[in-house]
């Protein structure tokens, strides 16, 4: 793979060996990093790494990074033309600088100098801060040649910052394999309606409605658009429409039954009496007293809907009796 600028990477390969349990994201993420560095994963010059991490609220998660090997950050300073090689040395407690660790303990430290054109660029690394917390292995049979690789990553990044900037390897990140790392807390923005089932989770807010296609016909109706369907789960502006519309349509119907004058029993009362018509009106026997708790939406809901059926039998009743009344008779006295 000598030319990652082109499209040939091959991404199922990848996800299958390298970038085990990436999301897609992640994937296209690791896919441009590949062929913006130009450097190669399936030679280990970028690796595609699973950290743990820890949110605040406790909970362990996988976290994607993106690493470098010290191979491919000398490719990229290879690739500018600028670069001219490095010199690493060791130092003990006496900080004595040595071209060579022959101790069995590890060095202190590591410096390494990169030269870039006619510049020097140094970077050192302290054995408290990336050997002593680091685990593994290979730590702990080459200390020095895992300190000299952070320096010299270090010193890299120092000379060229364009092509290095924001990269780092593994061995410089394994001082942290042992730590929690602790995730920002994100505070999710709070979603009016709920993008799962909104019509059901509109009708639990709005006990008016007892169906979605009851809540449908609402909104067609209080919008004057017979051909209107519910949006999509992501079009946020059309759900809003469709909440603002039900809960401004429910309140009005509320409003209409609470202020809406019953037919009089006496206008039908005398005539439905000599045909032995019944226009007992129906009560509520489960209605509250006075000094009663006050009722549930549900119970209310169930109150306005037998208020609505109350009226309709009563308008099937003078139905009757009009059926019933003979032209020219009635309650007139006759003469």
Known sequence: MSNLATNDLDIDLIKRTIAVGASNDELALFAAQCRRTGLDPFSRQINFVMRRSKSPNGDWSQK????????GARLMAARTGLYNGSQTWWCGDDANW????????????????????????????????YGAPAQGPVWRSMPAHMLAKCAEMLALRKAFPAELSGLYSADEMAQSEGQ?????????AVPKIEVKDKPTRIIAKLPYYKHPAHLLASVRKELGQPG???????????????????KAHAAASKRAVETAT????WSVAPVAQSKGVDITPVTDATEPADNAAPPSPTAMQDSVDKQVQQMLINAQRATALRNT??????????R
Do not use: H
Request: hydrophobic share 45%; aromatic share 10%.
């Open 325 to 334: 009344v003979q032209p020219g008779s009635g309650n007139r006295k006759r």
């Open 228 to 246: 209107f369907e519910f949006p999509k789960d992501d079009d946020a502006d059309g759900w809003e429409l469709v909440w603002t519309t039900a």
């Open 262 to 265: 019953p037919i009089p029993e």
């Open 180 to 188: 929690v790392v602790e995730m920002a807390a994100v505070v999710p």
């Open 64 to 71: 994607a990074t993106i690493m470098v090997s010290i191979d």
């Open 98 to 129: 040595l071209d060579v660790w022959m101790a069995e303990r590890p060095p202190t430290a590591s410096k390494v100098t990169v030269w870039r054109g006619q510049g020097q660029f140094t970077g050192i690394a302290l054995w408290r801060e």
